[in-house]
């Protein structure tokens, strides 16, 4: 039987706090994932059919954190167009990644955004929801990835490069 990947949405939301740079991050807990329980994610979710993409973003974010998306970068030059009955929504992520092995088919385009609001303590699918200091996203990529969510390393990665450049 042909599978299809599943289109999803992730965040990389930031904020400053007394001049640094902080990420939100989380801890994956859903009930049919039980092998990535605790592992350190992003914001993500599926794109649900015919959804614009950035409002799966803020749909994703508030469900899982209680914040409410300001900007997401790259949003105010996305374009639409219409013919022949598809209404064509055209953008482009900060990353792209695709889970090519495994259970999970998932294709995750990462937008950086900022967002306001409460954090949520914690929701249905997640815990330990936290602002946290890129430099120490950074230290602890480096001394155990295998502590994060595998969708999310490569796009927090070229984030961290991105802010060094």
Same mark, same amino acid.
């Given at each position: 039987m042909e599978r299809f990947s599943i289109p999803c949405v992730a965040g990389i939301i930031e904020k400053q706090i007394n001049g640094t740079t902080m990420i939100l991050l989380q801890e994956r807990w859903k009930e049919n994932a039980v092998k990535e329980e605790g592992l350190v994610e992003i914001?993500?979710?599926?794109?649900? &059919?015919? *959804?614009? $993409?950035?409002?799966?973003?803020?749909?994703? +974010?508030?469900?899982?954190? %209680?914040? &409410?998306? *300001?900007? $997401?970068?790259?949003?105010?030059?996305?374009? +639409?167009?219409?013919?022949? %009955?598809?209404?064509?929504?055209?953008?482009?992520?900060?990353?792209?990644?695709?889970?090519?092995?495994?259970n999970y088919p998932i294709l995750v385009l990462t937008f950086i955004c900022t967002a306001k609001g409460e954090l949520l303590e914690k929701t249905n699918e997640t815990q330990n929801i936290r602002w946290a200091p890129v430099s120490e996203v950074e230290a602890s990529l480096t001394?155990?990835?295998?502590?994060?969510?595998?969708?999310?390393?490569?796009?927090?990665?070229?984030?961290?490069?991105?802010?060094?450049?």
């Open positions: 914001p993500a979710g599926k794109i649900r &059919e015919n *959804e614009n $993409i950035f409002d799966a973003l803020r749909r994703e +974010i508030w469900e899982e954190t %209680g914040l &409410e998306v *300001e900007e $997401i970068h790259g949003e105010k030059e996305a374009g +639409i167009y219409a013919s022949n %009955g598809y209404k064509v929504l055209d953008y482009m992520p900060f990353s792209c990644s695709q889970n090519i092995q495994g001394s155990d990835s295998r502590s994060f969510y595998p969708m999310h390393v490569a796009s927090l990665r070229k984030y961290i490069q991105f802010l060094k450049k």
